[in-house]
C-alpha cells in the first residue's frame, strides 16, 4: 500500500523481489539480503518469488528497475 511505501521509505528501508526458479535455502536468502543491504547501504525488506521458468540465477527488482541475472536471459542476448 501506498502508506506502506512511504513509511518504509522514511525509515530508509527499500523493497528487493528475487525472483528464482525454486525456493531460496534461508542461509542463502540471508546471505543475498545482507549483501544488497551492504551494497544499497540501507535496510532491505526482501520479497521472494518462485518462477520455474527461470533457468538457474536469479532476477532482482528494485524499484522499476530490474536486472536479469538468470541463464535464460543471457543465452538470449547471444543469439540477439
Not at 27 to 38: D, G, H, K, Q, T
Amino acid at each position: 500500500s501506498e502508506f506502506l511505501r512511504e513509511r518504509e521509505k522514511r525509515e530508509g528501508i527499500r523493497s528487493v523481489v528475487i525472483e528464482t526458479s525454486a525456493a531460496m535455502p534461508d542461509s542463502l536468502r540471508e546471505r543475498v539480503r545482507s549483501r544488497m543491504a551492504e551494497m544499497m547501504r540501507c535496510h532491505v525488506r526482501m520479497e521472494e518469488q518462485v518462477r520455474p521458468g527461470i533457468l538457474g540465477g536469479m532476477n532482482l527488482r528494485i524499484g522499476s528497475r530490474v536486472w536479469y541475472g538468470n541463464a535464460r536471459h543471457h543465452i538470449k542476448q547471444l543469439f540477439k
